[in-house]
């Protein structure tokens, strides 16, 4: 029988937060190195990423990275008005941050350096489960798919590209997909970068 969508957010959710602090140390760093080796930060100067949580795999060695090749490096936060929306704002290793509601940093800036989804170049998104056709299974919030849904409108170019960030063991063979959910551009994993194309045929890298 096939799995709900919540029944593979338990299993998923469940499997990530069991991995040890040294196996999510190992898969941190080979995540950094398959986004190097796919040159996933070339052509991108406004980059954001994320602060890892409930066992998601942490990208900020690689966010190290990009801060080291001189890319502007962005966080999710939320709207301080209408909570059901993200923000983006400037950050680098070292800076303050402050907890909001769900108890994840944000940058410790006023809301006027704030900038949106549409001035960023890639987004690294977290994810709890992807399959080759690119779909993303989100924690279910919806707060990436309403700040980007204005992507669904875009016919002939993307800004930002959507790079979905997972552990390998994330991937399902498919995953139903819903009117407003907003497909990602890429995938990496610990282990490979999977690019999508429009006709649906994932390429490894």
């Known amino acids: 029988m096939t799995a709900t969508r919540t029944e593979l957010r338990q299993r998923m959710r469940a499997q990530r ?3 040890s602090e040294s196996a999510q140390l190992h898969a941190a760093h080979a995540l950094r190195q398959t986004a190097i080796r796919g040159q996933l930060l070339h052509n991108h100067q406004n980059i954001a990423f994320y602060l890892c949580t409930d066992g998601e795999i942490d990208v900020l060695p690689l966010l190290q990275r990009a ?4 890319r502007h490096c962005f966080l999710p936060v939320l709207d301080s008005m209408a909570r059901e929306r993200l923000w ?3 950050w680098q290793p070292g800076d303050r941050l402050i907890a909001n509601h769900f108890g994840i940093g944000e940058p410790a800036l006023g809301m006027r350096h704030r900038i949106s989804a549409a001035h960023i170049n890639l987004i690294l998104m977290p994810l709890v489960a992807f399959d080759d056709q690119g779909n993303r299974l989100g924690m279910g919030g919806g707060f990436y798919d309403r700040s ?3 992507l669904t409108r875009r016919k002939h170019w993307r800004r930002p590209a959507l790079c979905g960030v997972a552990h ?3 991937h399902v063979d498919a995953l139903p997909s819903e009117a407003w959910d907003v497909p990602l551009d890429t995938c990496l994993t610990e282990r490979r970068l999977i690019r999508f194309h429009r006709d649906h045929h994932p390429r490894r890298e």
């Open 148 to 150: 980007l849904a204005f």
């Open 88 to 90: 983006f704002m400037p």
């Open 17 to 19: 937060r069991a991995l």
């Open 67 to 70: 801060h080291a090749m001189g």
């Open 168 to 170: 390998e063991f994330q």
